[in-house]
């Protein structure tokens, strides 16, 4: 919508200080359930501190992390990872005494080892699959590889090895323990009722609208603050689960539309718009449909198709009611043939992704090797420079690089200030100040306790805002721990927390300049060429399969799958880091990141149904078409994939075609459909046809929409955006392609 998009232009005309404080109060509100995660956060690390302390363990800042980290999952995806971060702690931990012994003697080759160790440690938490099991894996290896480096003992540096995967196996215990305790049974109830609650809010608020009175405080209040809290965390959570790869795409779909509708309601919740007596009835049905697609959601079914309302002269003046029903009608679209793919593609190629090991694209992503090898930069760099200087007291910076890189995925250069704010507060004001102020009248672990619990709280309280703010929670946990969780010792030596906060900062130093100064790019940027890119591939998709080769073809299809998907969440990510970026061209970026959103949810309810026309056109079991409507939906699709084309042409300054004859081809694919329907011993299969003769329709409009809606004519700024991403191409040698 144009008034979202110069609504949220219009904010980034204000000073930044007043924009930051009523953005901090936003994100520091309580939502449902943010007590109760904080809760489970604070009880599984500190349950961590007191078993590492009661028993004399070192490294004990390693396990209370991963109780923080592992419990920002889901409860019934952190149980079902417990076997696997175990597994893959202990990986870790034999990769390091197994390939220790083979390259300890020889300085270069030691050298050589820890650098590709830092590759692998970062390779997998870009490739892997597991989410945890990458954390795992990632943290032994940056912790573990420069205990290889003192000059003590072999026995003393297997002794410590084990000591970390010991803290880190106490960590998961812990965590899983916790999380049994308060495990929700219901699958997927994480996610259907944040999204259930998000639709009522919307479904009361349109209620308001058609009794045409005023809405109350309460209501206004959770539409404004829902809107402001967004759907990151809901993204994140459905990332890192282990539903199966349709079901994931379709409840993301789900949350974009419905973010959507927050967006919407959001930014007219303050106005007042005179209705007629048409008006508040369309609004009533639009309520009740929202209700239904609710009571669907949370029973468990997909919500029921409608036919979609026909718009009249007569409402021109509630200009949000047509988009709000288009958006609703999408909801109920996202689950047509929502049956997975394994069951009609051949065994062997046919597993959802999150079954494998490695994503599809690990070897042929370039993306995997270039956050590798920027993570492996990163960490040696770090690693010579101490090395160097001969300053071991700041090997954290190692370990800094490793945990900053979690959050580095997707994220913009505007965010490292929140991860040096947090290291700062967590280091230097409380871990510091507690070891001048406070600790020095405690006597028994009861006061640390109480102490560590306070600190737990105010990280993981932070923790769990969005992905805008998440980070700062995470490095004041960090500093923090290491500082008073490293050894079994109350440290009383300032110089010792000194080095280890100097270490923080070292890492998040470097991370910034290899990150974000030789490669990094503004959000604005890399949101636009991501969008790009996800109507790159769709129309890759809209062509396919173009190999007659079943297994070849859903080879090729899963991939295309995962590459969309990837796209979509990251153009999310980069539109939260948007909202850190200052500067003069900050009301055109807003503006841009407002265009960008609103086509994210039709571009998910195009990618949607290309999921199941992709089954006519590759003849799957139970989608067979007859070789003359097969024919026409080829020539659809090419259609369709030259206007997706033309889209990404526009957005990129290029001159391209308007006119593609996607209409015309699909006149010609409805008249083969009628024609061949309308034979008598064809009548049995009517029913089917009209299913995919309505889901070409409706892939046909959403196409037309979007198309109409990419018109540079109306874009904000696009020169300036091109001349700033073509300085960052010159500067970097990392050109675009606008």
Same mark, same amino acid.
């Given at each position: 919508?144009?008034?979202?998009?110069?609504?949220?232009?219009?904010?980034?005309?204000?000073? $930044?200080?007043?924009?930051?404080?009523?953005?901090?109060?936003?994100?520091?509100?309580?939502?449902?359930?943010?007590?109760?995660?904080?809760?489970?956060?604070?009880?599984?690390?500190?349950?961590?501190?007191?078993?590492?302390?009661?028993?004399?363990?070192?490294?004990?800042?390693?396990?209370?992390?991963?109780?923080?980290?592992?419990?920002?999952?889901?409860?019934?995806?952190?149980?079902?990872?417990?076997?696997?971060?175990?597994?893959?702690?202990?990986?870790?931990?034999?990769?390091?005494?197994?390939?220790?012994?083979?390259?300890?003697?020889? $300085?270069?080759?030691?050298?050589?080892?820890?650098?590709?160790?830092?590759?692998?440690?970062?390779?997998?938490?870009?490739?892997?699959?597991?989410?945890?099991?990458?954390?795992?894996?990632?943290?032994?290896?940056?912790?573990?590889?420069?205990?290889?480096?003192?000059?003590?003992?072999?026995?003393?540096?297997?002794?410590?090895?084990?000591?970390?995967?010991?803290?880190?196996?106490?960590?998961?215990?812990?965590?899983?323990?916790?999380?049994?305790?308060?495990?929700?049974?219901?699958?997927?109830?994480?996610?259907?009722?944040?999204?259930?609650?998000?639709?009522?809010?919307?479904?009361?608020?349109?209620?308001?609208?058609?009794?045409?009175?005023?809405?109350?405080?309460?209501?206004?209040?959770?539409?404004?603050?829902?809107?402001?809290?967004?759907?990151?965390?809901?993204?994140?959570?459905?990332?890192?689960?282990?539903?199966?790869?349709?079901?994931?795409?379709?409840?993301?779909?789900?949350?974009?539309?419905?973010?959507?509708?927050?967006?919407?309601?959001?930014?007219?919740?303050?106005?007042?718009?005179?209705?007629?007596?048409?008006?508040?009835?369309?609004?009533?049905?639009?309520?009740?449909?929202?209700?239904?697609?609710?009571?669907?959601?949370?029973?468990?079914?997909?919500?029921?198709?409608?036919?979609?309302?026909?718009?009249?002269?007569?409402?021109?003046?509630?200009?949000?009611?047509?988009?709000?029903?288009?958006?609703?009608?999408?909801?109920?679209?996202?689950?047509?043939?929502?049956?997975?793919?394994?069951?009609?593609?051949?065994?062997?190629?046919?597993?959802?992704? $999150?079954?494998?090991?490695?994503?599809?694209?690990?070897?042929?992503?370039?993306?995997?090797?270039?956050?590798?090898?920027?993570?492996?930069?990163?960490?040696?760099?770090?690693?010579?420079?101490?090395?160097?200087?001969?300053?071991?007291?700041?090997?954290?910076?190692?370990?800094?690089?490793?945990?900053?890189?979690?959050?580095?995925?997707?994220?913009?250069?505007?965010?490292?200030?929140?991860?040096?704010?947090?290291?700062?507060?967590?280091?230097?004001?409380?871990?510091?100040?507690?070891?001048?102020?406070?600790?020095?009248?405690?006597?028994?672990?009861?006061?640390?306790?109480?102490?560590?619990?306070?600190?737990?709280?105010?990280?993981?309280?932070?923790?769990?805002?969005?992905?805008?703010?998440?980070?700062?929670?995470?490095?004041?946990?960090?500093?923090?721990?290491?500082?008073?969780?490293?050894?079994?010792?109350?440290?009383?030596?300032?110089?010792?927390?000194?080095?280890?906060?100097?270490?923080?900062?070292?890492?998040?130093?470097?991370?910034?300049?290899?990150?974000?100064?030789?490669?990094?790019?503004?959000?604005?940027?890399?949101?636009?060429?991501?969008?790009?890119?996800?109507?790159?591939?769709?129309?890759?998709?809209?062509?396919?399969?173009?190999?007659?080769?079943?297994?070849?073809?859903?080879?090729?299809?899963?991939?295309?799958?995962?590459?969309?998907?990837?796209?979509?969440?990251?153009?999310?990510?980069?539109?939260?880091?948007?909202?850190?970026?200052?500067?003069?061209?900050?009301?055109?970026?807003?503006?841009?990141?407002?265009?960008?959103?609103?086509?994210?949810?039709?571009?998910?309810?195009?990618?949607?149904?290309?999921?199941?026309?992709?089954?006519?056109?590759?003849?799957?079991?139970?989608?067979?078409?007859?070789?003359?409507?097969?024919?026409?939906?080829?020539?659809?699709?090419?259609?369709?994939?030259?206007?997706?084309?033309?889209?990404?042409?526009?957005?990129?300054?290029?001159?391209?075609?308007?006119?593609?004859?996607?209409?015309?081809?699909?006149?010609?694919?409805?008249?083969?459909?009628?024609?061949?329907?309308?034979?008598?011993?064809?009548?049995?299969?009517?029913?089917?046809?009209?299913?995919?003769?309505?889901?070409?329709?409706?892939?046909?409009?959403?196409?037309?929409?979007?198309?109409?809606?990419?018109?540079?004519?109306?874009?904000?700024?696009?020169?300036?955006?091109?001349?700033?991403?073509?300085?960052?191409?010159?500067?970097?040698?990392?050109?675009?392609?606008?």
């Amino acid at each position: 919508m144009a008034t979202g998009a110069q609504s949220i232009a219009g904010s980034g005309s204000t000073a $930044p200080l007043p924009w930051f404080w009523q953005f901090l109060k936003q994100e520091l509100a309580p939502y449902p359930g943010r007590t109760a995660v904080v809760g489970r956060m604070v009880l599984a690390a500190t349950l961590v501190m007191i078993v590492c302390m009661t028993f004399r363990l070192s490294d004990a800042f390693q396990g209370a992390i991963f109780a923080l980290l592992i419990t920002r999952e889901t409860p019934r995806a952190t149980l079902e990872s417990s076997g696997t971060l175990l597994l893959f702690s202990s990986l870790g931990a034999a990769y390091l005494l197994i390939s220790a012994w083979f390259f300890i003697s020889a $300085p270069t080759l030691h050298l050589l080892w820890i650098i590709g160790s830092f590759f692998l440690a970062f390779y997998g938490l870009s490739a892997l699959t597991n989410y945890l099991a990458a954390v795992a894996f990632a943290i032994l290896i940056a912790v573990g590889v420069p205990l290889w480096d003192r000059y003590v003992s072999a026995e003393t540096n297997v002794e410590d090895t084990l000591r970390l995967l010991l803290a880190a196996s106490i960590g998961i215990a812990a965590t899983a323990a916790v999380e049994l305790v308060f495990k929700r049974w219901k699958p997927g109830e994480e996610i259907t009722s944040p999204i259930a609650e998000r639709l009522a809010a919307v479904e009361k608020w349109l209620v308001c609208r058609a009794e045409d009175c005023p809405v109350d405080s309460d209501t206004a209040g959770d539409i404004v603050h829902l809107g402001m809290v967004g759907t990151s965390r809901l993204r994140r959570l459905l990332r890192r689960s282990s539903y199966s790869s349709l079901y994931t795409e379709q409840m993301g779909a789900l949350i974009s539309l419905t973010g959507r509708l927050i967006d919407i309601a959001a930014n007219l919740t303050p106005t007042v718009i005179p209705l007629s007596e048409e008006d508040r009835k369309r609004i009533r049905q639009l309520a009740e449909d929202i209700g239904s697609v609710r009571a669907d959601l949370l029973a468990g079914k997909a919500p029921h198709l409608r036919e979609f309302p026909r718009e009249t002269n007569t409402l021109h003046a509630v200009f949000f009611l047509p988009e709000m029903e288009r958006t609703v009608f999408s909801m109920a679209g996202t689950f047509t043939g929502s049956q997975s793919l394994r069951v009609y593609a051949p065994p062997a190629s046919s597993a959802d992704p $999150p079954t494998k090991l490695f994503v599809r694209d690990a070897l042929s992503n370039r993306e995997h090797i270039k956050f590798a090898l920027k993570g492996c930069l990163t960490a040696t760099l770090c690693y010579m420079i101490y090395q160097g200087v001969n300053w071991p007291g700041i090997s954290t910076s190692v370990t800094t690089c490793l945990l900053t890189a979690l959050s580095t995925i997707g994220s913009s250069r505007q965010k490292q200030l929140l991860r040096f704010a947090g290291a700062v507060v967590g280091g230097f004001v409380i871990g510091m100040g507690s070891q001048i102020f406070l600790l020095p009248h405690f006597d028994s672990i009861g006061g640390f306790t109480v102490l560590f619990i306070l600190v737990t709280a105010l990280a993981s309280w932070f923790m769990t805002s969005s992905p805008r703010l998440s980070y700062f929670g995470l490095q004041v946990a960090l500093a923090y721990y290491l500082i008073h969780l490293q050894e079994f010792a109350i440290q009383s030596s300032l110089s010792i927390a000194r080095d280890r906060v100097v270490g923080v900062l070292f890492g998040l130093l470097m991370m910034w300049l290899v990150f974000d100064q030789l490669w990094g790019a503004p959000a604005v940027v890399e949101m636009r060429k991501t969008f790009i890119d996800s109507l790159r591939f769709m129309a890759q998709l809209a062509r396919e399969p173009i190999s007659a080769d079943l297994r070849v073809a859903t080879d090729r299809y899963f991939s295309l799958r995962d590459a969309i998907t990837k796209t979509f969440d990251s153009v999310r990510a980069f539109a939260d880091g948007v909202l850190l970026e200052f500067g003069d061209s900050r009301p055109q970026n807003l503006a841009w990141r407002s265009r960008i959103i609103q086509w994210g949810p039709q571009s998910r309810a195009i990618f949607l149904a290309q999921i199941t026309l992709w089954r006519y056109c590759a003849q799957s079991s139970g989608f067979e078409l007859p070789e003359p409507i097969r024919a026409a939906l080829r020539e659809f699709g090419d259609r369709a994939a030259g206007m997706l084309d033309s889209m990404a042409d526009r957005l990129e300054g290029k001159v391209s075609a308007q006119d593609v004859g996607l209409e015309e081809s699909f006149e010609r694919l409805e008249q083969r459909v009628h024609a061949y329907a309308s034979e008598p011993w064809h009548e049995t299969r009517e029913p089917r046809l009209e299913t995919f003769l309505f889901l070409s329709k409706r892939f046909q409009d959403l196409l037309i929409s979007l198309n109409q809606q990419i018109q540079v004519k109306d874009m904000p700024s696009l020169p300036a955006v091109f001349d700033l991403e073509r300085r960052l191409s010159s500067n970097h040698g990392d050109g675009g392609k606008g």
